[in-house]
């Protein structure tokens, strides 16, 4: 597949290719998701402090990533404007924003417009990582460049579940959250240093996007379902173990880390096999796991370990959906280009991470526990397999 216009550049030096790109692409894709790992992480002391129902708590993850599906219609675009380089340092400069107005909260409806950047942020992350993976990695190096960048994801989440509950618990939730703003600065310096984009479009502007084409639309059907999953469970299941299986915050927060550390894992095995397996096939095998480990979760109420096994067998499998993926988008010509699709089936992704938590949250509410919610993941998971499944042929024609 080749690399769009405005992104044709010389190739990196030597001593740069591909590993200081991938690395950087790596962080900025962790760095732009870890809102969410750090509002499941930190979910008992944001429900203690500021003394909000478990809807609200998933109203948090739902502006943030309502943001992110909005702001997507129109990411793709605007990585094509300023290109990977300068739409990479965006986010970044936007995640360093995001958390210091985080940190400085003191209400809940502060919080909620702080978290509008966060969107913004995300919106940009899949399209400007693939973008300059399309632009400076070999064809034959791309699925394994995108699954090292996505294991930036599980990498956050890996690294919230550990850290942010013991910084909390020594200092406060503010203090925790302020940690990530110097990190996103020198990465966002960092970025700035990449080599710069040597042909750029003469003539452009922002207009409503096309709509996708019908392999892109299957992903982004899967995208949506899987979204959904992972939100929810995100946000809700340090919660769960907090409240229901009487674990600690420190544990409960550990659970997120079992997911990422997993995932990082899965990540990288997933992208690599779907470069020799088909598409379809992989997705359908993951999510059917996923179906697996969702329903051990509601179980762990008879052995607190359940929740443990759960947990991986997650980050194993849901996690890992969203990197196949992006190797399809990178590496298939018939999804369109690649900040367009890739910025597709991100907003399918993002619209996953609005409604998940929201509908859990009202379901906590409203039934006085948590067994109906996890039935509904478990459910979204079977519902991504089977769009997996037809949409087979139409993913396999685009590669």
Known sequence: MSAEPSEKAAPFPTARTPR?????????????????????????????????????????????????????????????????????????????????LLAATRTYGFLLGALVLGGAAQSLANPSTNKLIAAHVPPGRRAFAVGVKQSGVPLAAFTAGLALPTLAGALSWRAALAVVVPVALVAAAAA???????????????????????????????????GCCLAALNTYLPLYAHQRLSMGERSSGALIAAIGVSGIASRLLWSRLSDRLDVPRSLLILTVAAVVSAALIPAATAGAWLVWLGAVGLGCSAAAANAVSMVAVTKGSGFGTTGHASAM???????????????????????????????????????????????????????
């Open 20 to 100: 200081t790109l991938v690395a950087l692409l790596t962080g900025g894709m962790g760095l732009s998701m870890f809102v969410l790992y750090a509002i499941g992480a930190l979910g008992p002391f944001l429900t203690e402090d500021l003394r909000i129902s478990g809807s609200q708590l998933g109203l948090l993850t739902a502006v943030t990533f309502g943001s992110a599906t909005v702001l997507s219609l129109y990411a793709g675009q605007v990585t094509e404007l300023l290109g990977g380089r300068r739409a990479l340092t965006l986010l970044l400069v936007l995640v360093a924003a995001g958390f210091a």
């Open 192 to 226: 700035a240093m990449l080599p710069r984009d040597t042909v750029r479009p003469t003539a452009f502007r922002l207009a409503f996007p096309a709509a996708p084409n019908r392999p892109t639309r299957w992903l982004t059907a899967v995208s949506l379902c899987i």
């Open 345 to 399: 089936v991100s907003m399918g992704f993002f619209a996953g991470f609005v409604a998940g938590p929201l509908a859990f949250g009202l379901l906590v509410d409203a039934t006085g526990g948590f067994t109906a919610g996890w039935a509904l993941v478990t459910a979204l998971f079977a519902v991504a397999g089977l769009c997996s499944w037809g949409g087979r042929q139409i993913i396999r024609d685009s590669m």
